[in-house]
């Protein structure tokens, strides 16, 4: 559930032009990792009766003016796009000392999210994937473009378009496409992929969709 989260809110960023890696709990990355911000996304234990979500940042950090503004912004899009209360009664210490949090680079402004209680929270988290989703985009990019208009740092953005299409000639002149994921501009990657393979006459395609996640539905179609 966290991981199909995690994937459809980078989606979201890419769409705007904000490069982001999605990386497992455990990433030999993460010591050391620099970003212009860094959120660890969870789920809360199942027990029946409790509601809500939470987000907190490194209790140690030396400068956490960053991360209170990254804590701030999820918290406030999250709520709205999500519609559930923020739990700062349930916040944890194993929240506020999070590994991930105590290896990455110092300069980076970092945060977890506890996204909603699988007890009470089910069908939110399960079923209801693109709002949690949306929050969790819709807070980072309210963070990034607070920072990018010069409120705190005076810094700016050049927007970055991720190549998500793989291709290449295989042996017996068979053509390779692999597509990471259907989002806005995979149609017109592919068929730029298609455009330049097919200058070498392939007698036949391999589309690998391994390890995809999805995305538009119409994309999708489109490709097909």
Partial sequence: MNLAVARRAAQLLREQGILVEVLPEYAAALDGYRADAFLAIHADSCLEGYSGFKVARLASKVDGAAS??????VEEAYATATGLALSVDTITDDMREYHALRQIAPETPGAIIECGFMGGDRALLTQGQDRVAAGIAQGLIAFLRERDAGEWAGLTRDEIEVAIVESRMLDEGIAYVALAEFNAVAL?????AL???DREDPVGLILDLRNNPGGYLNMAIEIA
């Fill in 68 to 73: 209170d503004r990254l804590v701030g912004s």
């Fill in 188 to 192: 017109e990657q592919v068929q730029q």
């Fill in 195 to 197: 455009r330049e393979l």
